[in-house]
């Protein structure tokens, strides 16, 4: 492949994935810690990033799957070598550095007049010339400026362009991903024995020091409110899988077994499995009274502000996956709309793997280990 046409299918590439986020130059370059301009040069094929680390996020962010990536990673390494000059044969000789030109032999200098040249037109006298020849100079040096500044303006529309950057979102959310279903039930798939189980409030730091990963179900509690009085309306919650391989092969540890509530709360229910997972609303039951009564299900489009916020649950179960994953939430207010990507407490996409038919263990508290039960179940 030619080094120009290498390169510029490199900045297609990046252009659609940019074009497919629909996110600003500057949103994603802070993303991505490089400038809005950087990030253009690499759409119009202006320059080839050193790395292809900063490419490959982006990908992440833009939801590429993992065939687009590697697609991705073979244009830009063609570009990046058209990029780079040739390297010489080996044996090859350095070219011999020309001889250098020899000095020009000096000048002699004028002989001093009695008068300055520009003094010398006819018809006006010393200081009338002086003044003329003075304006000149500014008059031209002017007309300089200006001219260096219109033709910046026509060659580069797109840096102008790039400072007025989006107004941002007008809500905000909080994020709780390391939920035990009813505060007791969950699963992590570790590759090495744990540590006893911790309390449920520190889960996030346990599995973290463990490096756990959800075993056949993630629970995610997502908090929304506006920044103002204005309502803003949730239009639809998607998901999207960023990346899918096989299940781990790790063993299943199961923090409690039997644990239940009284209330079940309303939820979203995701299976990641599916090529395109789906976020179904589903209703809760409280079954505290002597009748229990049904807890709706949340149904878009639904409006929030700064004193009416709603918690969304997500309840996402993968079987036949190690997924990793995001949540978009779709949202309109005074005449704008947009999307926003929603992961985890770092940001990062949620993790989820199956679990079944892994070794499983339960923690007996009075013998202080962990003992072996039955096959996991879990993503089922």
Excluded at 211 to 223: P, Q, W
Excluded at 319 to 338: F, K, T, V
Aim: with cysteine.
């Amino acid at each position: 492949m030619p080094k120009d046409a290498a390169v510029e299918e490199f900045a297609r590439l990046v252009r659609a994935l940019k074009a497919r986020d629909g996110r600003s130059y500057e949103a994603l370059g802070r993303r991505l810690s490089v400038s809005a301009s950087t990030l253009h040069r690499y759409c119009s094929g202006a320059t080839v990033p050193e790395e292809f680390a900063v490419v490959d996020r982006l990908a992440l962010l833009c939801g590429a799957d993992e065939e687009e990536r590697r697609a991705l990673e073979v244009a830009w390494t063609r570009a990046d070598g058209a990029r780079r000059p040739p390297a010489p044969e080996p044996g090859a000789e350095p070219a011999p550095e020309p001889d250098p030109a020899p000095a020009p032999a000096p000048e002699a200098a004028p002989e001093p007049e009695s008068e300055p040249v520009h003094a010398r037109v006819p018809g006006l006298p010393p200081e009338r010339r002086r003044h003329r020849w003075g304006w000149v100079g500014v008059v031209c040096g002017a007309l300089a400026v200006v001219g260096t500044v219109t033709l910046g303006a026509v060659l580069l529309p797109g840096k102008t362009r790039e400072r007025a950057a989006e107004p941002p979102a007008p809500l905000t959310w909080t994020v709780a991903s390391d939920l035990w279903k009813n505060g007791c039930g969950h699963t992590y798939l570790v590759e090495r024995t744990p540590p006893p189980p911790p309390e449920s409030a520190d889960a996030r730091s346990w599995a973290a020091a463990q490096g756990a990963v959800d075993g056949g179900e993630t629970l995610v509690r997502v908090s929304v409110q506006g920044k103002s009085a204005a309502a803003v309306v949730l239009q639809a919650l998607h998901v999207r899988v960023v990346e899918r391989g096989a299940p781990l092969p790790w063993a299943a540890y199961r923090m409690d077994d039997g644990c239940g509530g009284a209330v079940t709360p309303r939820r979203f229910e995701v299976d990641l499995d599916r090529p395109r997972p789906v976020a179904r609303a589903l209703d809760g039951y409280d079954a505290s009274g002597q009748e229990g009564r049904t807890l709706p299900a949340v149904s878009f489009p639904y409006a929030v502000s700064a004193a009416e916020p709603e918690e969304l649950l997500v309840s996402a179960g993968a079987a036949g996956c190690d997924c990793r994953w995001y949540l978009e939430l779709e949202w309109s207010s005074e005449g704008r709309r947009g999307t926003v990507r929603i992961g985890d407490e770092d940001g990062l996409p949620f993790r989820t793997s199956g679990a079944k038919g892994r070794p499983a263990y339960a923690y007996d508290s009075v013998g202080r280990a962990w003992i072996t039960g039955e096959k996991s179940g879990q993503g089922e």
